[in-house]
């Protein structure tokens, strides 16, 4: 049965300006094919992208709409570095191997998805304009200048910007010192993983959304991979289900799901927008609880943060999102913010990404702590390239082991008064370091 595949984000603008959804089918019947991809986000889709590129037989299967998870969701903030202050801690928790392959895959991550953009020409207003990362109080300025110059070392091309440059390029009076890292950029996340649906078809993938994953078998063809209408058998399996994992194969406990909320305004006059990132920078800040920001071509700005979801699975978050925005950017104090939604990311204990292999023929990854827009893509190649031969020590990933988060079930429960906690020692740090 042909189906048009919605997206379930309600409110997101994503969702209102997207390009077309791709058609797709709920899985039904027995197939035979080469490899089964689960999940239809970045991670899922790069990976399976490769393998038909290679000519490998491919069904993409998501339990929901295809780019239901985080990849249709996210801030689009192309933002090529992992999530470490200095590359020293990076080498410490990986060792001198992976510290060198992990640097370099992901200094040039954002060059990787630029690339695939204009490869497969997906139409997702991709633009490399550079990230904007500013310092949200002193210590901080003196602490990220110092270890920028070290990343550069390694080629981040990082360069610094104080003062009324910063002010300038910002659209903000609040910040003294920042970084620019010129390979950043954005996209509209929604039409990019759509775009590499249809890329992913049109190569003769089968892609069928609303088709849950309830079991995977190991026999001695491969796998067998259930859903509730039909099996597949396949080699390989490839698990792309990232903060959205159940326990498939236990790797829900393997990573702490985070939430992330964003709100848009409505299309803005001149004189309100046209000081805000004027050169068309993303921008995020160095708080624990973060905030991102971009500025569209149709003149709307679009600001996140962390976010909560209620018992009742309703997202929190959006007044305080409002007030800091406003904090921020006091041109927005009078208009109206017309779209609000969020989604869910995963983050690691270390920080790092995942890459597992927890038996024959079957691989995951996940875990992409906030740099997943660009880093899932590199992911998702490198599953391709475990599948299509390469050995794994050759690999960028270390293999880990699928590992409960330590302290998880506590972690969970004390999330909002640790978000509470967090933004109450941003404020701390922040106090008088306004310019003005
Ligand atoms: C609001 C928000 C803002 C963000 N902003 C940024 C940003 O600006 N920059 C950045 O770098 N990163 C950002 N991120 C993170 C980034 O979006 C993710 O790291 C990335 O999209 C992960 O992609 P993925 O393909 O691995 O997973 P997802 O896109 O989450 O896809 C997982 C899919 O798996 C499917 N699935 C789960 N279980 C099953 C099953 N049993 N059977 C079949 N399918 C299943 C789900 O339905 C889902 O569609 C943000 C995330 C959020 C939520």
């Known amino acids: ?31 035979f094919c080469d490899a089964v991809v689960i999940g239809a986000g970045f991670t899922g889709l790069s990976a399976a992208l490769k393998l038909v590129e290679a000519g490998a037989s491919v069904t993409v299967l998501d339990a929901q709409d295809i780019g239901f998870g985080a990849s ?27 510290f060198e392959r992990l640097t370099e895959a992901s200094l040039n991550s954002a060059d990787t998805l630029f690339s695939l953009i204009k490869k497969y ?14 310092d949200h109080c002193r210590k901080m300025g003196d602490v990220a200048w110092a270890n920028a110059e070290r990343w550069n070392q390694y080629g981040a091309k990082m360069m610094p910007v104080a003062g009324g440059e910063l002010a300038s390029l910002s659209g903000s009076q609040l910040y003294q010192t920042g970084i620019v890292n010129p390979k950043g950029g954005a996209i509209q996340p929604l039409s990019h993983v759509r775009g590499l649906a249809n890329a992913v078809q049109a190569l003769g993938a089968n892609l069928h959304g609303n088709s849950k994953v309830d079991a995977l078998i190991q026999n001695d063809k491969g796998w067998l991979v259930k859903t509730a209408k039909g099996s597949l058998q396949c080699q390989w399996v490839i698990v792309a289900t990232n903060a ?21 305004t409505e299309q803005l006059p001149k004189d309100v927008i046209d000081n805000i990132l004027p050169e068309g920078h993303t921008i995020s800040d160095t708080r624990r609880v973060i905030m991102y920001a971009r500025r569209e071509p149709d003149n709307r700005i679009v600001f ?29 104090a009078d208009v109206n913010w017309q779209f609000k939604w969020g989604g869910k990311a995963a983050v690691t204990h270390d920080r790092v990404p995942h890459f597992h292999e927890p038996a024959k023929g079957l691989v995951a990854g996940l875990g992409f ?39 998880r079930n506590i972690q969970l429960l004390g999330k909002g008064t640790a978000i509470k906690y967090m933004q109450f020692l941003d404020k701390l740090e922040s106090t008088n370091f306004s310019r003005i």
Request: aromatic share 8%.
């Open 244 to 264: 959205y994992s159940d326990d498939l194969i236990n790797l829900e406990q393997s990573i702490l799901p985070f939430v992330s909320i964003q709100i848009a």
């Open 369 to 407: 702590n906030g740099r997943g827009v660009a880093m899932s893509h590199v992911m998702g190649e490198t599953l391709a390239d475990r599948v299509l031969g390469k050995q794994a020590e050759d690999l960028p990933f270390p293999i880990w082991p699928i590992q409960k988060v330590p302290f």
């Open 72 to 98: 249709g969701r996210n801030g689009g903030q192309v933002n090529p570095m992992l999530p470490f202050v200095s590359p020293e801690h990076l080498h410490k928790l990986v060792g001198s191997t992976y």
């Open 121 to 134: 020409k997906i139409d997702c207003q991709a633009r490399q304009k550079g990230w904007l990362r500013v």
């Open 1 to 31: 049965m042909a189906i048009q595949i919605s997206h379930d984000a309600p409110n997101s603008l994503w969702a209102a300006t997207a390009n077309p959804h791709p058609q797709s089918s709920v899985f039904e019947g027995e197939v």
């Open 304 to 332: 996140g943060s962390h976010g909560e979801i209620t018992r009742d699975g309703m997202l929190k978050g959006f007044e305080w999102l409002k007030r800091d925005a406003v904090r921020i950017f006091p041109q927005l």
